[in-house]
């Protein structure tokens, strides 16, 4: 089991940045791939960038390649997203999501936390 904490969010101008952050707790954190996705108002949740359990693997949707940069603190069992050119179309709630490596879904889904780009 797995427990996820997002911090971070908040308002911002567009060309601004914010650093999200997710904490987890559980002694095998480095052992999930970590996830984030988003969920704009009236929209699904789509997915946002990935990074592997030794974080020698990333994986960015496009609509945010070369912007935002996905990381992780093993030895803090967390997981960053720096996101950097926003816009105001990346408004939305922000979910940090956990699973193990070889498994298709992720499992473990955190509370969200929201972000607003200001024009």
């Known amino acids: 089991q797995v427990q996820l904490v997002e911090s971070g969010g908040g308002l911002v101008q567009a060309g601004g940045s914010l650093r999200l952050s997710c904490a987890a707790s559980g002694r095998t954190f480095s052992t999930y791939t970590m996830g984030w996705f988003r969920q704009a108002p009236g929209k699904e949740r789509e997915f946002v960038a990935e990074i592997s359990w030794g974080g020698g693997n990333t994986y960015y949707a496009d609509s945010v390649k070369g912007r935002f940069i996905i990381s992780r603190d093993n030895a803090k069992n967390t997981v960053y997203l720096q996101m950097n050119s926003l816009k105001p179309e990346d408004t939305a709630v922000y979910y940090c999501?956990?699973?193990?490596?070889?498994?298709?879904?992720?499992?473990?889904w955190g509370q969200g936390t929201q972000v607003t780009v200001s024009s």
């Open positions: 999501a956990a699973k193990v490596a070889i498994a298709a879904n992720y499992a473990y």
